[in-house]
């Protein structure tokens, strides 16, 4: 069972930056889209940045400009710089892998909180 493990969460204040890193237990073949979605108390998950196996990107209208996500192929990684932090970003952060057979793996999530 391939597992993802997220990490990089924590507090920090607003403007401040924190990176996200997302790894997979063993390899996974035909990787697709890569992505971090997040969810906050009382929302639904949401999608926050996305990146193809093209490098091809998409994000949420709220973090474009200020988050930038990233991926190495070769070790099964994405990343997600998360810079200008608002407490607007504060949620539980989940990594995202999609093959290109669908199957789709998901992170236990990571907490980010940004408060002063």
């Known amino acids: 069972q391939v597992q993802l493990v997220e990490s990089g969460g924590g507090l920090v204040q607003p403007g401040g930056s924190l990176r996200l890193s997302c790894a997979a237990s063993?390899?996974?073949?035909?990787?697709?889209?890569m992505g971090w979605y997040r969810q906050a108390p009382g929302k639904q998950r949401e999608l926050v940045a996305r990146?193809?196996?093209?490098?091809?990107?998409n994000y949420a209208d709220s973090v474009r400009g200020r988050f930038t996500i990233s991926r190495d192929n070769a070790k099964n990684r994405v990343y997600l710089q998360m810079n200008s932090l608002k407490p607007e970003d504060t949620a539980v952060y989940y990594c995202?892998?999609?093959?290109?057979?669908?199957?789709?793996?998901w992170g236990q999530g990571t907490q980010v909180t940004v408060s002063s």
């Open positions: 995202n892998m999609l093959t290109v057979g669908l199957s789709e793996f």
């Open positions: 990146i193809t196996s093209s490098g091809s990107t």
């Open positions: 063993r390899r996974i073949f035909s990787i697709n889209a």
